[in-house]
């Protein structure tokens, strides 16, 4: 059982176009980071959220943590054929020294 | 900057062979995690290090060992290797048991048993 739900698994869209990425737990967590990464290539950390509600935007991604801390999301505004990668959130659960855990991914392919 | 180095960066070995595989931290990190990542699945943690102790340990076989050594650089023990065992292996580092779970991680090391 997938402790991290992310929807959806594949997504691909024209560029210039907007997405959203959601990530989903029944669990609390007490951090939650969105990774991307490249074929072959090690996630690359973009963000990380640890306040419920909290919202951080880089450029024209911008990432929202759930109230209860146990969802997020990842909303990109006019993608660009850059974006394309996998994006894996990621989390450490509440009152847990477990290590981080890793989200299904979603494959996004922006086309020209 | 300096980034996590893992090496080698492709490996192919036979069944039952064994595979050391190794994770040199970024500078000043003393806390290395290894995780597994299958084809089109997610990374999977196996193990992490602080200090040159064992601080975790998640899913990783019993044939599969490690040790992080006083330069803080680690190594992945595979033996009796099996045709599951190939994947992508990527280390991570970071300063300390990060509470927000921030890691830089390795561009990982692949491994193909045959």
């Known amino acids: 059982t997938q402790l991290l739900e992310q929807s959806p698994q594949f997504l691909s869209i024209q560029e210039g176009e907007n997405l959203t990425v959601y990530c989903n737990s029944s669990s609390v967590f007490s951090s939650l980071q969105w990774y991307r990464q490249e074929p072959g290539e090690g996630p690359v950390l973009l963000v990380t959220?640890?306040?419920?509600?909290e919202v951080k935007k880089l450029k024209r991604l911008t990432f929202q943590f759930g109230d209860a801390r146990k969802d997020s999301s990842l909303h990109i505004t006019a993608a660009q054929t850059g974006d394309t990668g996998l994006y894996l959130c990621?989390?450490?659960?509440?009152?847990?020294?477990?290590?981080?855990?890793f989200g299904s991914g979603t494959q996004l392919t922006v086309l020209p | 900057a300096a980034g996590v180095i893992q090496s080698p960066r492709h490996l192919i070995k036979e069944k039952r062979e064994t595979a050391t595989l190794k994770c040199y931290p970024i500078p000043r990190h003393d806390t290395v995690y290894w995780y597994q990542q299958g084809p089109g699945q997610d990374p999977q943690f196996l193990i992490s290090f602080y200090e040159k102790m064992q601080s975790d340990k998640g899913s990783i076989p019993d044939r599969f060992s490690a040790q992080q050594f006083s330069d803080y650089h680690s190594e992945l023990n595979m033996s009796s290797l099996e045709l599951g065992d190939s994947a992508l292996y990527f280390c991570?580092?970071?300063?300390?048991?990060?509470?927000?779970?921030?890691?830089?991680f390795g561009e990982g090391s692949r491994l193909t048993v045959l």
């Open positions: 959220v640890v306040t419920g509600g």
């Open positions: 990621a989390g450490k659960l509440a009152g847990s020294a477990r290590q981080l855990t």
């Open positions: 991570a580092s970071s300063l300390g048991l990060v509470n927000t779970g921030e890691l830089f």
